[in-house]
């Protein structure tokens, strides 16, 4: 994990509240489904921010059937809360 690439997939406000949802939900893990009204963005444009995520190591994704569930990569928030400290 480079902090340069979290720091930029973050500067995006999408981003930035996609990750913010999924670190504040109670569960841990949110259904990507879930996404789509919350935002007000469809399907296509919520995976390409999604996938940003995945690639910046802040989230990782578990495909259960149709639908991938989201969780934030708690390793990687701790470097990042070590860093910002």
Same mark, same amino acid.
């Given at each position: 994990?480079?902090? =340069?690439?979290?720091?930029? /997939?973050?500067?995006? !406000?999408?981003?930035?509240?996609?990750?913010?949802?999924? =670190?504040?939900? !109670?569960? *841990? @893990?949110?259904? /990507?489904?879930?996404?789509?009204?919350? &935002? *007000?963005?469809? *399907? !296509?444009?919520?995976?390409?921010? &999604?996938?940003?995520?995945? @690639?910046?190591?802040?989230?990782?994704?578990?495909?259960?059937?149709?639908?991938?569930?989201?969780?934030?990569? =708690? *390793? /990687?928030?701790?470097?990042?809360? @070590?860093?910002?400290?």
């Amino acid at each position: 994990m480079t902090l =340069a690439k979290v720091f930029s /997939a973050l500067g995006d !406000p999408i981003r930035l509240k996609l990750f913010t949802l999924i =670190a504040r939900d !109670p569960s *841990q @893990e949110v259904c /990507a489904c879930s996404f789509v009204d919350e &935002l *007000q963005r469809s *399907q !296509p444009t919520i995976s390409h921010h &999604l996938k940003i995520l995945r @690639e910046a190591a802040l989230i990782t994704g578990t495909k259960r059937g149709t639908w991938v569930w989201y969780s934030v990569n =708690a *390793q /990687a928030l701790s470097e990042v809360r @070590e860093f910002l400290s």
